[in-house]
């Protein structure tokens, strides 16, 4: 078939590889260059989402664990396996109970994806592996095991896959109007957080509504040894602090917009990630030490009134000849783009 997939993300690079891989005619387009906005201002985890286990979203966990297998047995040089220390304080955040018993099941639903158990760890041996932790009140830290990758990388490495393939990727060529793709079989329309444009254009009432919601990160220009994951002081969200390319990358916000344009992040988001990261460290960091920052804006599928709380599943929705992809992770992309083909033929 002669299939055209709008939109060079991971979601509609992994749509595209799968349609080339069974021998499909791919064109994929994109509006601007490929891996240029959502998918290369991720957290850059390959993970299941530990604290997705609190909103009862396990069936994604699962999938998301496994898939990270597929990554690195495919790209090991764009990602590696990564160790996360949960740090669990005296009287602040989630018990140990209830931390204890998420890693547990993180491991349960990891059975058989090649990566170690978690297991707690001493205040001692937390301290000797993050010794800028504050180590008044803690009590020591839960390790366990997610990768990290090279997002831009990882993706273009895709799209590469994707050429030699046989697929013609065309970048700097916008779809304005689907009236456009006419001479093709299949069109799938993987645009993330501009679906909803393409989508309008076959009139009636959208399956799925995008939520829009932004995500900033900032880098200190100094070496992290160990990733941690630590509670948001008085809020049930969690921020990372990631060893990435020599440097710490601190992140990330949930800020909701009413457009699929990534702002640059805001002074109170970069104060928000600061505040968080001082309340663990003794070491206080200010503005000035911020070396960079991007954002991001996630197309989640609106399911939640707390963005937090949304769900990171997929859903499609098929017109004739068009497939509408919404939502998504990076992590999931190659299973998404699976999935979406099998619709797309359908
Ligand atoms: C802050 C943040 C952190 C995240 N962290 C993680 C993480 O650690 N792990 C994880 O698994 N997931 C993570 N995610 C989620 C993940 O990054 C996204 O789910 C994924 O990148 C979305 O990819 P996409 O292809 O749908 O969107 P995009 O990457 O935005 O791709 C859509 C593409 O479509 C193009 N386009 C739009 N309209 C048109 C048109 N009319 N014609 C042609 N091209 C068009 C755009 O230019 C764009 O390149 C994170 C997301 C954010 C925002």
Not at 78 to 106: A, H, S
Request: glycine residues 8%.
């Amino acid at each position: 078939m002669k299939i055209a997939v709008a939109g060079a993300g991971i979601i509609g690079a992994c749509t595209a590889w799968a349609a080339a891989k069974q021998g499909h005619a791919v064109t994929l387009f994109e509006q601007d260059s490929v891996m240029a906005h959502t998918s290369q201002s991720s957290s850059k985890l390959l993970h299941g989402g530990l604290r997705y286990l609190e909103t009862g979203q396990f069936a994604l966990v699962k999938k998301a664990l496994h898939a990270r297998r597929f990554w690195l047995a495919q790209a090991p040089h764009l990602c590696r396996p990564l160790e996360l220390l949960f740090p669990v304080y005296e009287g602040r955040g989630r018990p140990k109970w209830q931390i204890g018993i998420g890693t547990k099941l993180y491991d349960f639903l990891a059975a058989g994806s090649g990566f170690p158990r978690s297991r707690w760890l001493s205040k001692a041996e937390t301290l000797e592996r993050s010794p800028a932790l504050l180590s008044d009140g803690l009590k020591g830290a839960f390790s366990f095991y997610d990768a990290q990758m090279d997002d831009f990388a990882l993706g273009r490495w895709v799209v590469d896959q994707c050429r030699s393939l046989g697929v013609n990727v065309e970048e700097r060529h916008k779809i304005e109007t689907l009236a456009e793709l006419d001479g093709f079989d299949r069109i799938a329309n993987a645009t993330g957080p501009w679906a909803m444009a393409l989508r309008r254009q076959q009139g009636g009432e959208p399956a799925y509504t995008i939520d829009w919601v932004r995500g900033s990160h900032i880098f200190i220009d100094r070496e992290q040894k160990q990733a941690l994951m630590l509670p948001i002081p008085q809020e049930k969200r969690i921020f990372f602090v990631l060893p990435y390319q020599g440097k710490t990358l601190i992140g990330t916000t949930e800020i909701r917009q009413n457009h699929p344009e990534a702002e640059r992040p805001s002074e109170t988001e970069t104060d928000y990630l600061l505040a968080a990261y001082n309340a663990y460290h003794s070491e206080k960091l200010t503005a000035a030490d911020v070396s960079g920052s991007f954002s991001g804006v996630r197309p989640l599928l609106k399911s939640a009134a707390n963005p937090s709380d949304a769900t990171r599943e997929w859903a499609f929705e098929r017109i004739g000849n068009v497939l509408h992809i919404y939502g998504g992770k990076w992590t999931t992309a190659q299973l998404q783009g699976e999935a979406a083909l099998q619709e797309l033929l359908k």
